[in-house]
């Protein structure tokens, strides 16, 4: 194939693909670190969640409240997924995001059964509710860093050459 290459139309449209990408990795960091909405919405709701399961439900109201605290888990998540004026393919995600989905539920679980078995060993009134505030607090204490830990790598992977990705 022989056809010339103007260096200077090739920068430019190299300029013009590369713009855009660099505002969707600034769009992403800022959402990263920004908008704290949802990280307290979901800290009160399980809050909440914990507190209530507290209470001497019967069985029902015991999975009719996972049921709930469940589906509006579920509505938040659709919410603010809509509200993102952007959307990532799925291979912009490392594994750090999913690293960090993994640790966040150990950090959660583990608080939760951890606190809990403390609050019965000491037999302190309303276990209940510490537990839920311990682990909320726990909660809300991993998910910025972990978020920022989590995308802080897409704008290193999309400027490394193919060769040194098909190294690593």
Known sequence: MNT???AEQAWQDLQRIRVPQERVYDEVERNAGGDPRATYATAGIMWLFLAGMGLDLPKWGAWLMVAAYVGVLSSLAVYYSRRSRMRLHRSRYSWRSAASMAA???VSGGTILLSGRLVESLALPFGSLITATVSALAFLLFVG????WAVATLRDRSTRAPSERAIR
Not at 145 to 148: H, L
């Open 145 to 148: 860093p972990a978020n920022r």
């Open 4 to 6: 010339t290459v103007n």
């Open 104 to 106: 966040g539920a150990a």
